[in-house]
């Protein structure tokens, strides 16, 4: 038996639907059910923080999967990527007010797939060199001064 919860984020899931140019993707899937969700998110980059300012899912599934689904990204949105990254599978079966026993691996796939996303994110920027990470790690550029300016005239 579903808990209220789980039914409402089932027969009324947010943030579902796919999104454009997503900075992050993570698919999972479990063969033993048939279960597929894809979770996508938009890095919003600060000075000093990386942050999930959207997040998307499409998910083929059970009710429980689509719910999980759609409660991770609930936790996740305006989270830090390493707060996000923290996000267990207890804790989206907490939010929905618990999962049967037969259905927690669902909790399982959307941890998953969020966790995919965000090192799908870092792994893109890590190889463009616009990783927040990266930026912190590299010096400056030095600026020309007006002695050496003259000196090239």
């Known amino acids: 038996m579903y808990s209220k919860k789980v039914l409402q984020y089932f027969l009324k899931p947010k943030n579902q639907g796919r999104m454009k140019n997503p900075d992050g993707v993570g698919i999972v899937g479990n063969p033993t059910c048939g279960d597929i969700m894809t979770v996508y998110i938009k890095v919003n980059k600060s000075k000093d923080r990386e942050t999930i300012s959207d997040i998307k899912f499409e998910t083929l599934g059970c009710a429980a999967a689509i719910a999980t689904s759609s ?8 989270k830090t990527l390493d707060e996000a990254f923290k996000i267990t599978r207890q804790d989206v079966a907490d939010e ?6 037969l259905k927690m691996h669902c909790s399982n796939l959307a941890e998953g797939a969020l966790k995919r996303a965000i090192d799908d994110y870092k792994s893109k920027a890590k190889k463009s060199g616009s990783g927040q990470t990266e930026k ?3 010096a400056k550029p030095k600026k020309k001064t007006a002695a050496k300016k003259k000196s090239k005239k």
């Open 96 to 101: 929905l007010e618990g999962l049967p026993p």
């Open 71 to 78: 409660m991770v990204t609930e936790i996740a949105k305006g």
């Open 136 to 138: 912190a790690q590299k």
